[in-house]
């Protein structure tokens, strides 16, 4: 294998903070090579020196071993880099041709060339070997062929180095392992595949090599048929991680949460949103799970108050059926949102203001808030400069401890937690499947909404799976499996097809 893409020596600073000290990477055709760290590392840094969105302080990049200097991610395209985001750049209303040629259109005597285009995305696909429709319009499409629509716009502006982040993060375990398949087969045509990721399963099944980053800095890169999960994990953390499992016995109570023949209207594209019943009782851990983009958000909106509905919402034997957010809080509800930057913090206030909202009411002294959200970092081991700190300077994990902290603090008997580890590394995602399950064992009810089966089978005492917003299948602790929830994800397993959700006798 030739090096494609060797990046030496790469530092960045942002203001006081190191994101990468003097980092070395080198991407050989051929491979996929994986990028694993805690949140804050620097992996997202070194990724957009690559792309040219970010210009370093020090370093070199060289590409075929020529010198170069992005100063734009249109530099990296031309140079043959492309990158695959988290969260898809598409057009909805477009067709998968539109959105492939978009801004590189083909065109005859200055008029886009329609049947050339046509043409070149019909091969691509063929090449390949995808099932999609040229003509298709992106919104009728699931979210494992809308990523591979991001990877043709790649692979349409001859990129022979793809960068993915979290490429997994929306897809179900099928499509997962279509995108892997495809990742190998793009590999064994000499594409250079960069893999940023958490998933270190992932890692262990798709990639050739890996390189680990902690604080800016590479601590090794090695080939991964040569590592461990577990050694993986330790060279990320500096310790060793121990997996959170729920296998304490249930001794469920009373309910702390009923929804009862609650109604969304489709909207758009979005179908109309279906539960005839789901109940969450204290000292239990209920899961959803999901696509993304199968009504779990708006489902969840309705539950905590930020979305009219029809049907009945009882919290801790309170009708708040008709309250807003502050009422259901009152009524004994906390909530962790999916975005946690948006919805779930302010970013221009300091930590001590985000740890305080929700707990104090009427004028405090700042010095008692300081006092507090020093006590609360202190046991959530949330990493920062200080109380006074703005929550915009934390990493993702950090800002994701000071949300899980504030909302737990409030020992509410109720918490709805929207995928709660999108996007933390593995030691953050340890410090919270072990507070979720703390609060289960407090004697609380936990709502979880989460796309990883994984965490779901881990620490869920029963889940029920959302398709096309309706509920198809309920599955007890005993019955939960990669298998059978990626199955009823996909309407094809036992129970799918089911007019909405039918909880499980003792629900």
């Not at 057009?91 to 040629?101: A, G, K, P, R, W």
């Not at 049907?311 to 509800?333: K, L, Q």
């Not at 994984?454 to 019955?479: M, N, T």
């Amino acid at each position: 294998m030739t090096s494609r893409v060797r990046l030496t020596g790469i530092t960045k600073r942002f203001g006081p903070v190191l994101a990468n000290d003097d980092v070395d990477l080198d991407l050989l055709s051929g491979e996929v090579h994986a990028v694993v760290g805690e949140n804050g590392a620097g992996k997202s840094t070194l990724m957009s020196v690559l792309y040219g969105s970010v210009h370093p302080d020090a370093g070199q990049i060289a590409a075929n071993g020529v010198p170069v200097r992005f100063t734009s991610p249109g530099d990296a395209i031309a140079a043959g880099i492309g990158m695959v985001h988290q969260h898809f750049q598409l057009f909805e209303s477009f067709s998968v041709t539109d959105n492939v040629i978009y801004g590189a259109e083909p065109s005859r005597r200055g008029v886009i060339d329609r049947a050339s285009a046509r043409d070149r995305v019909a091969a691509l696909i063929e090449e390949y070997g995808s099932t999609l429709d040229p003509s298709a319009a992106v919104r009728t499409l699931p979210m494992g062929l809308r990523q591979q629509v991001e990877i043709l716009k790649a692979l349409y502006r001859h990129a022979d180095v793809l960068i993915l982040d979290e490429p997994t993060a929306v897809l179900t375990p099928a499509e997962t392992g279509l995108l892997f398949t495809s990742l190998r087969r793009l590999a064994e045509r000499g594409v250079a595949i960069v893999l940023v990721t958490h998933k270190l399963d992932e890692v262990m099944q798709v990639s050739d090599r890996v390189t680990v980053l902690r604080q800016g800095r590479v601590v090794e890169t090695v080939p991964t048929a040569d590592t461990t999960p577990a050694a993986l994990a330790h060279a990320m953390t500096g310790r060793d991680i121990e997996t959170a499992v729920n296998d304490a016995p249930a001794s469920p109570g009373a309910a702390v949460l009923t929804v009862t023949d609650l109604r969304i209207p489709a909207e758009g594209t979005r179908a109309a949103i279906a539960c005839d019943h789901l109940r969450v009782r204290a000292g239990e851990i209920v899961g959803i799970a999901g696509v993304a983009g199968n009504g779990q958000a708006e489902f969840v909106q309705a539950v905590v108050g930020l979305r009219p509905a029809s049907g009945s919402v009882t919290i801790n034997d309170v009708d708040v059926s008709r309250a807003d957010v502050r009422r259901r809080r009152r009524a004994g509800m906390a909530y962790v949102p999916e975005d946690r930057a948006a919805v779930g913090s302010a970013r221009a206030l300091s930590i001590s203001d985000n740890l305080a909202v929700g707990r104090f009411r009427g004028w405090l002294k700042p010095s008692a808030l300081r006092r507090h959200a020093a006590d609360l970092m202190e046991r959530n081991d949330v990493r920062g400069a200080g109380p006074e700190a703005r929550m915009s300077s934390l990493s993702g994990g950090n800002a994701q401890k000071v949300v899980l902290a504030r909302e737990l603090s409030q020992r509410a008997p109720l918490l709805v937690a929207e995928n709660p580890t999108q996007g933390v590394d593995v030691g953050a995602i340890e410090y919270i499947h072990r507070e979720l399950l703390a609060y289960r064992a407090a004697g609380n009810g936990v709502l979880l909404v989460s796309n990883e089966l994984s965490e779901l089978i881990a620490l869920a005492d029963r889940v029920h799976v959302l398709v096309g917003g309706r509920f198809v299948a309920s599955f007890e602790r005993a019955q939960l499996s990669e298998g059978r929830l990626g199955e009823a994800m996909t309407n094809a397993g036992a129970g799918a097809g089911t007019a909405a959700l039918t909880p499980p006798e003792g629900d």
